[in-house]
């Protein structure tokens, strides 16, 4: 296994999901914000146009509105990012004569619940704009989106590389992205992160090929540089910033073979580890998959505020009691250190988790929904993906590093 430092395990746990909630789906796109997770789009049957919120603090789903000029329609293997009260929704159009005329790029407002109208679909001639793509990523760094490769009809897989100011709402291709350079080359359905002033971009498909080579861009000195290869070749997974580490979770080799892999990279020390599960604690084969992190950790502060939380060792503004489905679920006794309950999991300063497992029931002893919302624990979400099962309720699955 590449890499020299030991990671602790980690517990997974099913959130079942009832009521008014999405279907289950793939190539799907989601993020989270202030608390809440949105979900937008995908295939079952056929490819999606509905969008909803996920409270994780009351579980609750709302079905937001997804109608108008301003909004998208069914969408397909296209990238989501929040920024600074805005959710940012590009490519992934079912391919038609007009396509390419419009440029994929869709804002969601968070405050007022509803789709504005975007500068940057028309301000820009179109061949200074992205054309529409599918199965590209799109990272936030800084005040930019910055979206690289997908997979463009009749063209075939693209290394074009743009950042998009999100003050300006202008587009700029950067450099880098030319046949015969240096990086990543063509590449769609992989995983890119970012973290302090760099991108890191893994994995993949070069055309029909799965690829397993680890990239850094630094944006300070528009370079790329090839790192140090962990996780072997994977299509259709799905990665997020831990801190200072990086999480990839699922995909597979080929469409046909989801795997439950979880892989931490560490940006200080430069290496892999592959995160075991607790007994008893098996995590979901997945592919095409989404996965967004909640708590302060997961935030783009996040190392800061992991520093700052070790610093000042006060406990955190959480004492919910949620209680597992039933014992069956997930049997606890095994476990081997910082044993509170057979109901708890593990916490950042005492080794034990007062926030326990019931998909977030309503048991909570916080005065405000908004207080809970800005301290969640640090958890990993991970959303649908193959296989599912049409008609049936979104899967949902928590992950909890017991080093957190």
């Known amino acids: 296994m590449p890499g ?42 056929s490819c999606l146009g509905d969008f909803w919120k996920y409270s994780v603090v009351l579980d609750e789903w709302t079905r937001l509105n997804c109608t108008g000029e301003a909004a998208p329609e069914e969408l397909e293997q ?8 805005f959710l940012y929704v590009f490519g992934g159009m079912l391919d038609s004569a007009y396509t390419w005329r419009k440029c994929p790029l869709w804002v969601f407002e968070t405050m007022n619940q509803k789709w504005v109208s975007c500068q940057g679909r028309t301000s820009c001639p179109q061949s200074q704009r992205p054309s529409n793509r599918k199965g590209h990523s799109a990272v936030v760094l800084g005040s930019a989106m910055l979206v690289y ?60 090929r799965e690829q397993r080579d680890f990239w850094k861009w630094d944006s300070t000195n528009h370079t790329w540089t090839s790192l140090r290869q962990g996780p ?63 708590g302060r950790s997961y935030e783009s502060d996040g190392v800061q505020a992991a520093l700052s939380s070790q610093q000042d060792a006060k406990p955190r503004h959480f004492k919910n009691k949620c209680f597992p489905i039933s014992q069956s679920d997930i049997e606890m006794k095994t476990f081997s250190k910082g044993l509170c309950s057979s109901e708890t999991i593990f916490d950042t300063e005492k080794n034990c988790l007062t926030f326990e497992n019931r998909a977030f029931k309503k048991q ?12 969640l624990p640090d958890m990993l979400l991970v959303l649908g ?16 590093l017991t080093d957190s």
């Open 78 to 85: 296209h990238s989501m990012v929040a920024n600074k009260g």
């Open 232 to 294: 072997p070749r994977l299509m259709g997974h799905a990665a997020v910033t831990y801190r200072d580490s990086m999480l990839l979770f699922g995909g597979g080799e080929s469409q046909k073979s989801p795997n439950n892999s979880l892989w931490r990279y560490s940006f200080p020390s430069q290496s892999w580890s592959q995160v075991a599960s607790l007994p008893h604690s098996d995590a979901p084969q997945r592919i095409h998959h989404c996965c967004t992190g909640l």
């Open 364 to 375: 909570w002893s916080c005065s405000d929904d908004q207080d809970i919302s800005k301290n």
């Open 385 to 400: 993906g193959k296989p599912f099962s049409i008609k049936s309720p979104i899967s949902i699955w928590s992950m909890t």
């Open 149 to 208: 490769g997908g997979f463009m009809d009749l063209k075939g897989t693209s290394q074009e590389f743009w950042s998009l100011n999100l003050n300006s709402m202008t587009w700029t291709r950067l450099t880098g992205s030319e046949r015969g350079s240096s990086g990543p080359g063509p590449r769609h359905s992989h995983s890119a992160v970012a973290y302090r002033d760099s991108m890191f971009l893994f994995g993949g498909l070069k055309g029909l």
């Open 4 to 45: 020299t430092g030991q990671t602790s395990p980690c517990l997974w746990t099913p959130l079942p999901q009832s009521h008014l909630c999405p279907g289950d789906r793939c190539k799907h796109a989601c993020c989270s914000y202030n608390g809440d997770v949105y979900v937008l789009g995908g295939r079952d049957n």
